[in-house]
């Protein structure tokens, strides 16, 4: 089903926990073994809502149990990618622990109501800065256990890679929470480094800097030193070494440096290239080895103090972990021995975030929890270390998804629907054409021992249909007829399929095909552009109503006119995906049919990355962003960032609205004299457009 996946999802994992006592063993299989226990995973049929489909019903219906928050819990799989910060409440609402297990949660939905309430509509992106806090401490808390189980006689000193998320609360917070810690910061560009210097204010934290650099970077970053800073440039390019050498002799201040290794140990996945021989960044073993002697040369060979790799993000296996902090931990000791001032060891990020909660090496997931990483990190290197006698180096990890993505929640509501009619046209009175008494007929004699034929037969005389009515032999309403035959059987087919365990390869689209569309209020290109970049899943489901049984399959269609702005792939125990199972929108009343109760959906765990890599569009602009802090009574509004405004996006491609409106005005004007429009439209008009300009760019409900 769906697309192909880069892995076989299997292992359970033991969840993350601040919370464990004994560390769990370390590595599990590796990912090629693992194929058979995937099987004992697999699709569990009892979850099926196969019985359930209001737009298509079946004749023998099995009467279906009561649909309760568990079977929602199990459905939209929050244990597995939400623990423990969401879960369902009796009421059918998502509640939000944004402490974790630590106690205090708000119910999600009240939550968005009071938000609407203050002006603050949809799509809203919901920051829980609890959360950002409740990862931060887990982290540490999981290499601070494992220094201690392996008596490892070095510490931990993470940093934050800024390119995940940028944002100045964001980042205020994370250095906040961090300073118990002496938690740092990573730049991986000039703007970034700007932004670390600034805000980083924790003594003996450590300012990783990474990327491209020119002579004011490598400069900036060195006098750095002198604020009391701990500044480490990262040599990426073998060009920097020489710019470095150059810094110090003309500031006459010794940089702290260190090299960025290609790791010959193969990524996998989307980043797989990021390491390899031919990997964007990083110095070749024979560029270190130059490296080594430039500064040798230039006496600062006590300068290079730190190794650095990074094999990409979402890195899904451990095997893969393991094979790279092996082959990182020999270069680090090889370096000591060559006579650099080895002190640190920095693994990059990678640490990756369970998606769809399988526990497995599949792509949107993982098959490892941080303390497993925690522990390869610390016994790999303390093993190579002890075999040499040399000193145990620092730590540090650039773990960024792992820490920014489960705080953002983002809400959006579902503007209106479309739907595939499936019940059959009434029989005509005078005789029919052949064509659509053929399809009759295939309709009634649709049963569980001829379903796959029946389809070809409805999809053959659907063709046929359309290919007569070509010829002029049939009217238009005969073809609606034949059409509307033809989705009826695939609905009645589509039923059976859902009971089956195995689904003909020529059948598998059939759900895609009869599935709902869903409009939400929303661009994806701005809020979750890796959707549609790189087939990123993220967990999607309802905010409300979980008590309810959700009888439509949907896929989602965004604001955007762009045929990609769309979400199509849903997260599942098994692969993907290809619909979503929602609930059908509820008219608020019979006066007016075509408005709806509202019914918000969620996004989860798209903190990292999705903000800053959000484009405009079709000019849909930031949307509204809201951090909420939990307090004894409830919570707090800590930050409220207003979205776009129509004129801030319109700026950004040049254009002034006074200018715009000044132009309506002249226009209207004109209009006006030549008895084209009348004051009170002209008046309208005006009005809407000056209001419009200064409001959001999302739809408002
Ligand atoms: C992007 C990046 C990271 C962050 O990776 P995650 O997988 O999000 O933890 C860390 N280090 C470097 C050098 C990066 O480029």
Known sequence: MGKQSTGVKAQPEQPDSLQTNGVQASSQAPASSQAKAAQAQHHDPSLDLSSSSPAAPSPEKVPAKAWTIESSEELYRINGWGEPYFSINAAGHITVSPKGDRGGSLDLFELVNALKQRNLGLPLLIRFSDILQDRIERLNACFAKAIARYNYPGVYRGVFPTKCNQQRHLIEDLVRFGKPHQFGLEAGSKPELMIALAMLDTPGALVICNGYKDREYIETATLAQRLGHTPIIVLEQIEEVELAIEASRNLGIQPILGVRAKLSAKGI????????DRAKFGLTVPEIIKAVEQLKAAGMLDALQLLHFHIGSQISAISVVKDAIREASQIYVELAKLGANMKYLDVGGGLAVDYDGSK?????????????????????????????????PTLISESGRAIASHQSVL????????????????????????????????????????????????AQFKEEAVSLFGFGYLSLTERARAERLY??????????VR?????PDDLEDLEKIMASIYYVNLSVFQSAPDTWAIDQLFPIMPVHRLDEEPTRRATLADLTCDSDGKIDQFIDLWDVKSVLELHPLKRKSEVTPSAYEPYYLAMFLNGAYQEIMGNLHNLFGDTNAI?????????????VVKGDTMKEVLGYVQYDSEDLIENIRRRSEQALQENRITLQEAQLLLQNYERSLSGYTYLSS
């Not at 996945?269 to 390899?276: L, P, Q, V």
């Not at 993982?366 to 303390?382: F, H, L, P, S």
């Not at 989705?487 to 059976?496: F, P």
């Open 269 to 276: 996945g989307r980043w797989g290239t990021s390491a390899g």
């Open 360 to 392: 497995t090496n599949f792509h949107a997931s993982k098959n490892y929890n941080m303390q497993n990483y925690a522990n390869d990190v610390v016994a790999e290197i303390k093993e190579a270390c002890e075999e040499r006698n040399l000193i145990a």
């Open 411 to 458: 809400v959006f509501d579902v503007l209106g629907t479309s739907e595939v009619v499936s019940d059959p046209p009434e029989p005509a009175e005078e005789k029919e054409h052949l064509i659509i008494r053929n399809l009759y007929e295939t309709y009634h004699a649709i049963a569980a021992e001829n379903y796959q034929e029946a389809y070809h037969d409805a």
């Open 487 to 496: 989705w009826a059987c695939c609905a009645k087919i589509l039923e059976i």
């Open 499 to 503: 009971q089956q365990d195995y689904v």
């Open 627 to 639: 951090h909420i802090k939990l307090t004894p009574k409830g919570y707090q509004i800590e930050h």
